[in-house]
């Protein structure tokens, strides 16, 4: 069974940066899909970043390109997200995922079958 582990939420001012972790356990593969997530109070869990489990071509939404970037260390089963230069739009619970029963990249939520349990990012203005 997969297991998945969120740190580094926090608080921060605007224009700040923070670095989230994701520490997976359990069977993965190379290629296993990843996401990252987010969910703001009252909204539906968004996008923000999908990319294979070892290594490959993240993709970012829109609205986090050039301010968000995802990383890995395999040695360590870990993934980063750094996100610099936040706004207060980008407050929320951050999730990351897996989905373990394909190996196609996807920015939709409902196809992820593994998740962390989320770490908090608040952006003062």
């Known amino acids: 069974q997969v297991q998945l582990v969120e740190s580094g939420g926090g608080l921060v001012q605007a224009g700040g940066s923070l670095r989230l972790s994701c520490t997976v356990s359990?069977?993965?593969?190379?290629?296993?899909?990843m996401g990252w997530f987010r969910q703001a109070p009252g909204k539906e869990r968004e996008f923000v970043a999908r990319?294979?489990?070892?290594?490959?071509?993240?993709y970012y939404t829109d609205s986090v390109k050039g301010r968000f970037t995802v990383s890995r260390d395999n040695a360590k089963n870990t993934v980063y997200l750094q996100m610099n230069n936040l706004k207060p739009e980008d407050t929320a619970v951050y999730y990351c995922?897996?989905?373990?029963?394909?190996?196609?990249?996807?920015?939709?939520?409902?196809?992820?079958?593994?998740w962390g349990q989320g770490t908090q990012v608040t952006v003062s203005s």
């Open positions: 359990g069977r993965t593969v190379s290629n296993t899909p």
């Open positions: 995922a897996l989905r373990t029963r394909s190996s196609f990249l996807s920015t939709r939520a409902s196809d992820y079958d593994s």
């Open positions: 990319f294979p489990w070892s290594s490959g071509t993240t």
